[in-house]
């Protein structure tokens, strides 16, 4: 029999992270597509949109007016999912198997840039440094708040990720209690620290045992690049498409050089590193299939800074980032996950170490401004 | 302070088959949605489609050619996820977290009807109740093949849903392992057996004890129907907006009058009621927007029919299928899972009992055969 080739036989590889599995289906791009097809982003926004509830003086829905802010503006959902505590106590349950557990937070709008038509993408590298420098402010400030134990800071990019709006924007939802899978996430890790031994090379997590995402990193920048699933490096971070990714281009951004648990962690070395590989990445997904590419981005780490009083178990955690991009041929096709992925298990179309050697060709100068 | 409403504080409900919890904000529905909307489905779809590979008598992408068929047709998938056992091992591990698990099996398509232009809301019952002997043929004689260890049979229904021809069908991916999700329910609710004591009045589970879902159904089909959680029910089977629903108008249907694993264990009497049952929550889901309503469905069951040496354990699966669907607000207003569903937990827009309350209001007469 044939030997195996991860690029022709069907297989499935383990997300120790959450501890479920994807199915490998590589063969699987080569079939038509019939189905739906996006919508073209729209390519021709204005730097200033006067109906735009984000864009400096304009009036959002609550009625309140925008800053005329020349870099970042953070304000308070008007629209939250959650409200501020106190919140009544739980009903008693009608059964054992329905019960209500209260959850109280806060959601923030952070604006990343004042111009309407701009992207991470776009964005000069002390831009982002900035934004790196609110999402830090926030963590602080939300995570130390009586009664947050989650600060989750996530950005919906592209209408066909369920963004309402265009303007450089991301969100931020600050939780009483930790959510599902970053929690699953963080068990994980700690488990790990206590059933495995640390390797000789890699970083070491808190009391010198061993962080499955400090090794993993390290494994996999020891890797002959070309082989590998690292699209991009510096000192600091490391870009790579997981061994167990989901999403068609899924990319995970983590530092590898030392264990790091939070943003507010970050040397200023180490956040304009964070900063330039944010632009590298962001500026390759756009030349893959020249266009403003869609993706969820989410920051886990320590579920809330340090405090005094604090179990130190959560320095378990280690700073990454999740991009979770759904095209998949081209800027109009994309993957679903729905059917079998919805009731079994996700599923993809080519494996990550092809997605990574796709995203490593792409140019990190952005399309459009060779063009211009 | 004000008492808990369940309609008014944002609050977390777990998910006993999963394990995870869900953020239900229900005032979120107030607010103005700006971002993408879905384009109609087409409503003036031909009985046939010269066009359509899964039309009577026409060419496939495999150069195969359909049957005349007068009620349903399977055939195995051009473009299958899996391939046929047997498959080479698995290679060695380059690194402990990285892990491969080749997997076998195949994908087989069921061609609900030669009409180009119906769906499962548009159908006559008895044609429901031939689907449902198809599936539980497939079902026997995929699960019965050496090294096949699970059946997932299901439905993309809709553009939306990622299904790439209107013409009505669904899928069946047999496997040589468990996937995740059917894997962590079926442990759960083996888990609930050992744990829990059956109640006096619901069915009983294998050996006497607990079943997590005939507890569950028995206790829903219990509340007030004003007030609970319940669409539609018939001596058999019973259609509810779970406690702990993700998709804004997901239904589970499950037998609720006696433990039943699989489709295989039905009595002809409760096929009927299935199939009847399957036609009213479909016509429902239609006539809630006056579209032809996009999901995703899957039947969850005991992974393969028992076999003589088999373990009986899995006898702990209770047959129940999920109906995801996308929509929100109207025909072209979805619920976008992004974000900070991706990352963090799924939220949803309104609480399940609104849900049910909205599709127990509709119509059983679909929407265009009143009109017709
Ligand atoms: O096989 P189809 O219908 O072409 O494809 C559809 O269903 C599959 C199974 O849920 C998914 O993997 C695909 O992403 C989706 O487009
Ligand atoms: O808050 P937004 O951007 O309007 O809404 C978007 O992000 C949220 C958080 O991921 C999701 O719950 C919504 O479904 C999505 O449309």
Redesign the pocket.
């Known amino acids: 029999m044939a030997e195996f080739d991860p690029t022709t036989h069907p297989h499935r590889r383990l997300n120790p992270l959450t501890g479920e599995r994807v199915l490998v289906?590589p063969h699987?791009t080569k079939?038509p597509?019939?189905?739906q097809t996006e919508p073209p982003q729209p390519s021709d926004l204005p730097q200033y949109d006067p109906k735009c509830y984000l864009c400096p003086g304009n009036t959002r829905a609550g009625g309140a007016k925008n800053d005329e802010y020349k870099q970042t503006m953070i304000f308070e959902n008007d629209y939250a999912a959650v409200l501020p505590p106190p919140g009544p106590a739980a009903p008693a349950a009608p059964h054992p198997l329905l019960t209500t557990e209260p959850v109280q937070g806060g959601c923030d709008v952070l604006c990343f840039h004042p111009r309407h038509d701009l992207t991470l993408a776009r964005l000069a590298v002390p831009d982002i440094e900035r934004i790196i420098e609110e999402w830090s402010a926030i963590y602080n400030k939300r995570g130390n708040q009586e009664g947050i134990e989650y600060v989750q800071i996530f950005e919906n990019k592209g209408a066909m990720m369920g963004c309402s709006n265009p303007h450089p924007h991301g969100q931020v939802w600050s939780l009483s209690d930790v959510p599902s899978l970053p929690a699953t996430e963080l068990a994980n890790l700690k488990r790990y620290a206590l059933q495995n031994a640390p390797s000789a090379s890699a970083p070491k997590g808190p009391e010198g045992k061993a962080c499955l995402l400090c090794e993993y990193a390290h494994f996999e920048v020891g890797v002959a690049e070309s082989e590998g699933r690292v699209v991009v490096k510096n000192e600091h971070f490391v870009a790579l498409v997981p061994w167990w990714a989901i999403w068609p281009f899924e990319i995970m951004l983590l530092p590898y050089a030392r264990h790091i648990p939070s943003i507010a962690d970050l040397t200023s070395e180490e956040r304009s590193a964070f900063a330039s590989i944010l632009s590298q990445i962001t500026k390759r997904y756009d030349n893959l299939f020249s266009c403003s590419f869609a993706y969820s981005m989410g920051i886990h780490q320590r579920p809330v800074p340090r405090k005094a009083a604090d179990a130190a178990d959560a320095d378990a955690a280690h700073l990454h980032l999740h991009f979770d991009p759904p095209l998949?041929r081209n800027a109009s096709v994309r993957?679903?996950?729905?059917?079998?992925?919805?009731?079994a298990e996700p599923?993809r179309?080519l494996t990550p170490e092809q997605a990574a050697s796709r995203l490593r060709a792409c140019s990190e100068v952005h399309y459009l401004d060779t063009t211009e």
């Open positions: 289906s699987r079939r597509w019939l189905g998949l993957k679903f996950l729905v059917g079998f992925e919805l009731m599923q179309d």
